[in-house]
Each structure stands twice: as C-alpha cells, then as structure tokens.
C-alpha cells in the first residue's frame, strides 16, 4: 500500500567503490562485491515498493556513486535546488539527473558553480514544522543555504556537521512522521545541538548512540510509521516502536564501503510544500587580511576562529609577496548562520587585525550607557592593538588603547567644526563610563592594526621573537636585553620596571640597584613586598629575616620587616626617609635619590603597610598607567600578580621583557600574541646579574669605539 509517495533511486549496475571521498571509503577501493550490491539494491527497492511508488534514474557508466541519488538534488514540490557536487569524482553526475527531473516536469535552479551543495543529503525537511534542515561543514557550503530559502521559500536551519564520518546530514539526522526528529548529536557543534533542542521538543527527540549511528541508522527511509534502515538495535528499534513506527530492516553492508546505506539510496521526489516563511539568517562578510600572515600564523588562526565560532568561509584571494619580507594579503568570505555567532566570529578576528572589504563597511554602531560604570550588553571589548572606528563616513583611531575596555565616542565636542571632524573615541575602562555617553557596540565598522606602528624597522627585537627562552638561550636574550636596554636609554627612551620581592631574596637588588643608578630605569612599579623586603635588607642585612651575605636565617629575623615598615611609617614616606638619612641605601634608596619614580600598588598580603603603599586600587592601576604611558620597554621581574596587571593596561607595540622562573607564569605574561614580548625562564637573580655584566660589557665596547 503506498501513500502517493515517489522514491526515485538509481541501480547499481555500475556501482563500486573506485576512490576514496569519505572515511568509510578508505580501505574499501574496489572491495565491494556488485553481486551482492545488486542484491541488497534490489531488496531495498522491493520494501520500498511496498510503500511508495518507486522511479528509476539510468545509472551511467564512469559514475559509481549515481547510486546515491539522494544526491541529486533538494525536491521541495515543483522545485528542485539540483547538487554541486564538492569532489569532482562526482560532478559527472549533475547532467544526468538534471535532464531526468527536466523530463519529469521539475523547475530546475543551478547553484553558482563555486558552491557546492549535496542535494537531499544534506537538507531534510522537518516533518511537522516544515522548515528545512541544512547541514554544513564537509560537503555543502553554508551560502549555498540563502539560496535554498530562496528558491524553495522554506525556512532553512543550518546545522554543522563536525564528525567526518557522519559527512552527510542524512547520515546522522533523520526528521519523522509528525514532527519526531532520530539523531546522533555528537555529529554536530553545540550551536547546532542547542538549535535542535530549541526546534524539536524533548519528546520528540530520538538520541541514537554511537553504535546505532556506524549502523547508519539515521540513514533511513521514513513512510508514514515504516522506518526502513540498514540495521537497528534492539533499543532503537524498541523506541522507535513505542513512537508508533515498525523499523524495516534490509542490509545494506555493501554500500556502508562507500558511506551510504537505505537513504542516500533514494530520493523523494514528493515532497508537499507546507506553509513556512521563506527566511534564512545566514551572514555573510568578506574580510581582508594583510600582514605576515604565514609566518605569524595568522590564517590559520583566523580560519580556525570561523569554524570553531561556527562559521564557514571561502578563500576569495591569496596573495602571497613575493620576497621573504613582502606582507601578503588574503580575501575571505566568512558565512555564520546568524547574526549572533557573525557578531562573535568578526569580534575575534578583527582581534586578529581583519578589516571588512571597503564596500562592506558600514559605520560603528553606537549604544547610549545607561548607568553608569556599565556598558551596554554587546559592547565591543577592546584589545591591546592600536583601533580604529567609523564614525560617520570617517576612521578615527582610538586614544588610551588598552584591553579589556570598551570604546567611547564624544561626537561634536565643544569647537568642532563638522558633523564627523570633531569625534574623539577613547578606550574606557567599565568603571569610567558615564551614563548618556555612547559607547561600540558589536563588530561592525572597527579595524585593529595587527603591526603596532611604534615598532620601528630598525629596533630589530625579531630573534628573540615572541616565546619563551629556555636556560639554553638566556645568555643569547640577555645579550640582546642589554643591547636593547642600551639603546632606549641612548636615544631618551622609557624603561619600565615591574619587580616582586623575589629580585631582593635571590640577591638581585645590587644588580637592580646598578641599573637604576645607571640610567636604565625610568620607573618601577611593584607592591608593598619589594619595598618592604629591600628596606628590611638595607637596614637590617637582612630579607625575611634571612642574612643576606651568609644564607643564614637570624635569630627574631621574622620581625624585621615589619620593623622596617614601622620606621619608614614613622617618617611618613620613603622618600621623607631617605631626606632623613633614616634610609641610606637600596633599591627605594637609589629610586628616590635618582628621581625615578615608583608606584607600590596594595595587595591583601601586605603587611603594614608603607605609607606609599597605594591601597585604593583604582587609584594604584591609574598612577601605574601614567607611569606605564610612553614606555618602550618594560622588564617583568618575578611579580606574577604586577606583571600581569602591567599586561593589561599596556597596548602592543611597547616591548616586554618577562623573567620568571616558573616557564607557565612567563608563557601567560608573554602570551600576548604580539611579537614583540619575550619570555626568559630563569632564576631572577641570576638574570639580573647577567645583564649587568652585559651592559658593562657593552659599555667597554663603546668606550672602546669611541
Ligand atoms: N610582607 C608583605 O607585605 C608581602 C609579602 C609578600 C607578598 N606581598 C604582596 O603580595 C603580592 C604578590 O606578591 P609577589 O609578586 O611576590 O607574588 P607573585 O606570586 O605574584 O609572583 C612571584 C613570582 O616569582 C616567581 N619566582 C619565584 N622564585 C623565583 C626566582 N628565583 N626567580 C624568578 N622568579 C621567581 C614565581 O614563579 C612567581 O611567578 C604583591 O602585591 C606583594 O607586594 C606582600
């Protein structure tokens, strides 16, 4: 009995497996007997008959897989969206079932040829609501979606298949009579689970497991209540039995060698239209990319970030220079279902330096604080690279760059001329934000420059690059340190200093001390520990209580440094000290007496503390930003809690240099993604002992030139 149901299928008279396009392929070439294809084809067609009218499409020879007519295309009533195949070991095959759904009265729509699409393996209509399931991400390219909702005037879903085993839709989603949905969710991403979940009800839902799924369970040919598939388990097949459908087994081994089984065998050709808005929200957006885009692996990163976001994209362009040092220069269509995940996709790789195509940009979108200290829900989280927005039909660079803010815009301030001339765009931090004022939101019309432009050619700081030294390297990086330290300090440059107590435990300060006294320090910026721990050492000889010349701990030693920080509180301040002559040498001792300014930002651990101790910590990462303002360099010494806070509020193209002896706090500290932070895993001590005697080194050397 069939229900007005047509099945069209394709015999397997030339049918083989002769290459490998799938994973169930690999291994199989040629291992497939046609005997007894023929026969599990013939059984199949036989079951089908009993429920649907089956048509038959001539196979062709030289074109194996025409067996798979699911392939020919996406029927939906008059309609047909006719497959692009992917792999050219396919292609062959569009003529032929173009010219049998021409002679069967079919409107036939060809897809641009650059797009491939998969035809029913990949789109299944949802049988209650209507709509269209699309999948993506191995054969069919998600622009091909748009088209689909189109032609078809259906809603499309698009689903991404992340399994290449399952490299089909149908190979591991199968929509039922009356809205019950059989599925393998490992198959796809958590977007595509979750918009499953939010489509198809709990109960509706039929999770098969993995072994059901290698079955091709899902690849099965559903009539009214008759579900008829390769092989079933007793579970699913109990299941699907207590849904009110009768599972029809009939083997099809010889086709899983090529990776298909009862559905890829057929294609229905009625497929009544159900009333569905035409919509698909697919995005799409042609980024440009340019800069040293091997080398630094910037492709990569950014092709990864599209289809880990859940996006696709299409090469358009590759530009790659032709010497060593050209940039070269990549075109990319980045397709994402929604706007949501585009937004999410295009946030990270404008991160990565990507700018829209001119013709696509369109202006920043600007959303009013409300509160203040709060931005608004999508604000655009600024990065260490230097930006810009569009504001109007002008770019302007934002001022302040640091990360973690959020980009305000002032539009007109006071004795501006124009409309656009007088915007200013700054990076603010939440906390700065004032209700009424506008602020970036999402990811439209901003472009970060990847190269910060201070970088100058000539400061050849690439042979460190950025990564981190091992104890093998850390003469060669000292070497280039000092030579480096040697020409900011020349030139007028800035170097900034963050420093933990460890500098003071291991023996450092003398070399700390050399370098501030030498002209090589522009400002240290630590916490109430270094301060403390130097004062101690300088006063009392010792650190923790430990005798700094014989390694000794001495007696009632663990009081010292609160004794310390009794005097220097009795004067009021460091520097009040030092005038006093209470404080006659050391690190604080050579910073006050050199006019090299310092901050000492509080934390929970401190004790006292020093009356310099900043304890407002708003206040302290302020008067660290000030300090922090036109570095060129800036040396993190063993100060995991300083350094990173230095990180944060620091945007690129300033030098880092990163000294810890643990190789995971230095990866994190020079983890920036920027080229020009180092990482030296060593002992504090010893470095700074190294690069004084570079220095010295470097001296004798100019001394001697000169
Ligand atoms: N008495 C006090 O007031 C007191 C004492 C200690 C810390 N603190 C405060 O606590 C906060 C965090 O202190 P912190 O910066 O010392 O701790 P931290 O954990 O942020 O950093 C210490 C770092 O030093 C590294 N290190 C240890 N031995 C090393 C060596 N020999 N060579 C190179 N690196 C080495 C560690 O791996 C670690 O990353 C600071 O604000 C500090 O002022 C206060």
Same mark, same amino acid.
């Given at each position: 009995m069939t229900d007005g149901t047509k099945i069209l299928m394709c015999p397997p008279h030339h049918y083989d497996v002769d290459y490998v396009i799938n994973p169930w392929m690999e291994g199989n070439i040629h291992r497939s007997s046609r005997e007894r294809a023929e026969e599990q084809w013939n059984k199949l067609h036989h079951v089908l008959k009993n429920h649907a009218t089956v048509e038959l499409v001539a196979p062709q020879p030289g074109w194996p897989d025409m067996v798979f007519a699911a392939n020919a295309g996406l029927v939906l009533g008059q309609n047909v969206v006719l497959s692009r195949f992917l792999h050219p070991e396919r292609q062959g095959e569009e003529p032929f079932f173009q010219a049998w759904f021409e002679a069967h009265g079919f409107t036939v729509h060809t897809l641009p040829e650059s797009l491939p699409f998969e035809g029913a393996g990949d789109a299944l209509l949802d049988r209650a609501g209507g709509w269209l399931w699309a999948g993506y991400g191995f054969r069919s390219e998600l622009d091909s979606h748009p088209y689909l909702a189109e032609w078809l005037d259906v809603e499309v879903l698009s689903l991404r298949l992340v399994d290449s085993r399952f490299y089909h839709l149908d190979t591991c989603f199968c929509p039922l009579t009356d809205g019950y949905l059989m599925y393998y969710p490992p198959a796809f991403d958590a977007y595509s689970n979750r918009l499953i979940e939010l489509r198809v009800a709990e109960e509706k839902r039929i999770v098969i497991d993995e072994v059901d799924a290698i079955n091709f369970a899902c690849n099965a040919v559903n009539v009214g209540q008759v579900v008829v598939m390769n092989k079933a388990s007793d579970q699913l097949r109990q299941v699907l039995a207590d849904r009110g459908f009768v599972v029809e087994e009939t083997p099809l081994t010889e086709f899983l060698k090529a990776g298909g089984a009862a559905k890829c065998l057929t294609l229905k050709t009625t497929e009544p239209r159900q009333v569905s808005p035409k919509t698909s929200t697919i995005q799409s957006r042609v980024i440009h990319l340019e800069g040293h885009l091997l080398d630094s692996g910037i492709v990569n990163r950014a092709l990864d970030t599209i289809v880990t976001g859940g996006g696709s994209f299409q090469v358009l362009s590759f530009d790659l220079g032709k010497q060593r040092q050209d940039s070269s220069m990549a075109e990319v269509k980045v397709s994402a279902p929604d706007a949501s995940v585009m937004d999410d996709i295009m946030g990270q790789l404008i991160d990565l330096g990507a700018v829209s195509l001119p013709r696509e940009v369109t202006a920043a979108t600007l959303e009013t604080v409300i509160q203040d200290g709060v931005a608004p829900d999508d604000f655009y989280v600024t990065t260490i690279y230097p930006t810009e927005v569009l504001i109007g039909d002008h770019w302007f660079k934002v001022q302040g760059q640091r990360m973690d803010g959020a980009i305000a815009v002032t539009r007109n301030p006071a004795g501006s001329a124009g409309p656009e001339s007088g915007a200013v765009a700054r990076c603010k931090l939440l906390r700065d934000l004032k209700a009424g004022e506008e602020v970036v939101v999402g990811s439209q019309g901003i472009h970060t420059l990847r190269k910060a432009p201070s970088l100058k050619k000539t400061d050849d700081f690439s042979f460190m690059g950025a990564g981190v030294s091992s104890e093998r390297r850390v003469e060669l990086v000292v070497e280039q340190i000092a030579w480096? %330290?040697?020409?900011?300090?020349?030139?007028?440059?800035?170097?900034?200093?963050?420093?933990?107590?460890?500098?003071?435990?291991?023996?450092?300060?003398?070399?700390?001390?050399?370098?501030?006294?030498?002209?090589?320090?522009?400002?240290?910026?630590?916490?109430?520990?270094?301060? #403390?721990?130097?004062?101690?050492?300088?006063?009392?000889?010792?650190?923790?209580?430990?005798?700094?010349?014989?390694? #000794?701990?001495?007696?009632?030693?663990?009081?010292?440094?609160?004794?310390?920080?009794?005097?220097?509180?009795?004067?009021?301040?460091?520097?009040?000290?030092?005038?006093?002559?209470?404080?006659?040498?050391?690190?604080?001792?050579?910073?006050?007496?050199?006019? #090299?300014?310092?901050?000492?930002?509080?934390?929970?651990?401190?004790?006292?503390?020093?009356?310099?101790?900043?304890?407002? %910590?708003?206040?302290?990462?302020?008067?660290?930003?000030?300090?922090?303002?036109?570095?060129?360099?800036?040396?993190?010494?063993?100060?995991?809690?300083?350094?990173?806070?230095?990180?944060?509020?620091?945007?690129?193209?300033?030098?880092? #240099?990163?000294?810890?002896i643990n190789p995971a706090v230095v990866t994190k500290l020079s983890d920036r993604g920027s080229v020009e932070s180092t990482g030296v895993v060593t002992d504090v001590g010893l470095f700074l002992s190294l690069l004084v005697q570079q220095l010295a080194k470097l001296t004798g050397q100019y001394a001697s030139v000169g």
């Open positions: 480096d %330290l040697r020409r900011i300090r020349d030139r007028g440059g800035k170097v900034i200093v963050t420093a933990g107590p460890v500098v003071i435990h291991t023996g450092g300060s003398e070399h700390l001390k050399t370098l501030i006294r030498d002209g090589y320090v522009h400002a240290l910026l630590g916490g109430n520990a270094i301060a #403390v721990h130097d004062i101690e050492q300088s006063m009392m000889g010792t650190s923790l209580g430990m005798d700094m010349k014989r390694g #000794v701990s001495v007696q009632g030693g663990h009081r010292h440094h609160l004794k310390a920080i009794n005097t220097i509180r009795r004067y009021g301040s460091i520097a009040n000290a030092v005038a006093a002559g209470a404080l006659t040498s050391g690190v604080m001792y050579e910073c006050v007496t050199n006019n #090299v300014p310092f901050s000492l930002a509080g934390s929970i651990r401190d004790d006292g503390p020093l009356p310099d101790t900043k304890m407002n %910590l708003i206040e302290a990462q302020a008067d660290y930003a000030r300090l922090i303002e036109g570095a060129d360099l800036i040396l993190m010494l063993s100060t995991m809690l300083h350094s990173i806070g230095v990180g944060n509020m620091t945007p690129a193209g300033v030098k880092m #240099v990163c000294v810890d």
